[in-house]
C-alpha cells in the first residue's frame, strides 16, 4: 500500500516551546491531509482538514493559533504545536487521500509528543 | 445519531478462530467503506477499502458491505496472535469527509 511517513515519530519538549511534525505521502499525491490526536484506548479525534495551497479547515474546539497547519505542497503537510503545554501531550497521526476519484486514505505512523 | 457505530469489544477468541468485526452506520449516502488496523502506539494501518455493497476479499480478510441494512462487517479467519490489535471502520460519502468507528478492541490467544 502507499506509505505515508510521519515525522518525528515521539519528541520530548519543554513547556512553552514550539513544535513541528510532517507529514508526506511518499508515493502519491494528497491535495487534503488531515490531522488526528489520538488520547490512550480511544479513537482518532479529526482536529483539522489540510488542503494544498489554502487554509485548513479545523474542527470545533480545535485552535486553530495553537496547532497552525501548512500544506504547501501535494506531498506534504506539516502541523505546528505552538507554545506547547503538558496538555498538548498527546499522540498525533496525519492521513493522507490520495488524489483521484477513488482515493483512498492512508495514515502516519503517529507522532507522541510528551511536553514537560 | 453517530455517523458510524462501533461496539468496542475488547473481544479476545482463540487462535484459528473465525473473528467478525461490525459497523453500522447512519446515512445511506455513504458509499466508501474501510477497515484499518491499528497497532499500539501506531497509525492505523488500511485493510480493506470497498465502494458500494458487496464483498472484497484479500487473503484471511473478507470485507462486506450491506447498504440495505447500512451494515459492514469485516471477517479474519484462522485469526493468528499477530491479528491482536484495534480495528477501525471508517466511512466515507464524497471521499473527502470520514467517519471513524470507536475502534474493536480485538485479542486472539495463542
Known amino acids: 500500500g502507499a506509505v505515508v511517513s510521519q515525522h518525528p515519530s515521539w519528541v520530548i519538549c519543554k513547556s512553552g516551546t514550539s513544535v513541528k511534525i510532517e507529514c508526506r505521502s511518499l508515493?502519491?499525491?494528497?491535495?487534503?491531509m488531515f490531522w488526528y490526536r489520538q488520547f490512550p484506548k480511544q479513537s482518532l479525534m479529526l482536529m483539522a482538514t489540510?488542503?494544498?495551497?489554502?487554509?485548513?479547515?479545523?474542527e470545533q474546539g480545535v485552535e486553530k493559533d495553537k496547532f497552525l497547519i501548512n500544506h504547501a505542497s501535494l506531498t506534504l503537510s506539516t502541523l505546528t504545536v505552538t507554545s506547547a503545554h503538558p496538555e498538548d501531550s498527546s499522540f498525533y497521526i496525519c492521513?493522507?487521500?490520495?488524489?483521484?476519484?477513488?482515493?483512498?486514505?492512508?495514515f502516519g505512523e503517529g507522532s507522541r509528543l510528551t511536553v514537560l | 445519531q453517530k455517523e458510524v457505530e462501533q461496539d468496542p469489544g475488547p473481544l479476545s477468541v482463540p487462535e484459528g478462530a473465525i473473528v467478525s468485526l461490525n459497523c453500522t452506520y447512519s446515512?445511506?449516502?455513504?458509499?466508501?467503506f474501510m477497515w484499518y488496523r491499528q497497532y499500539s502506539r501506531k497509525g492505523p494501518e488500511l485493510l480493506m477499502y470497498?465502494?458500494?455493497?458487496g464483498n472484497k476479499e484479500d487473503g484471511r480478510f473478507t470485507a462486506q458491505v450491506d447498504k440495505s441494512s447500512k451494515y459492514i462487517s469485516l471477517f479474519i479467519r484462522d485469526s493468528q496472535p499477530s491479528d491482536s490489535a484495534t480495528y477501525l471502520c471508517?466511512?466515507?460519502?464524497?471521499?473527502?469527509?470520514?467517519?471513524f468507528g470507536t475502534g474493536t478492541s480485538l485479542t486472539v490467544i495463542p
Open positions: 492521513s493522507a487521500l490520495e488524489d483521484g476519484d477513488t482515493g483512498e486514505l492512508f
Open positions: 508515493d502519491f499525491q494528497a491535495t487534503t
Open positions: 489540510s488542503n494544498e495551497g489554502s487554509k485548513a479547515t479545523y
Open positions: 446515512n445511506s449516502a455513504f458509499q466508501y
Open positions: 470497498t465502494y458500494s455493497s
Open positions: 471508517a466511512i466515507s460519502n464524497t471521499g473527502n469527509q470520514f467517519y
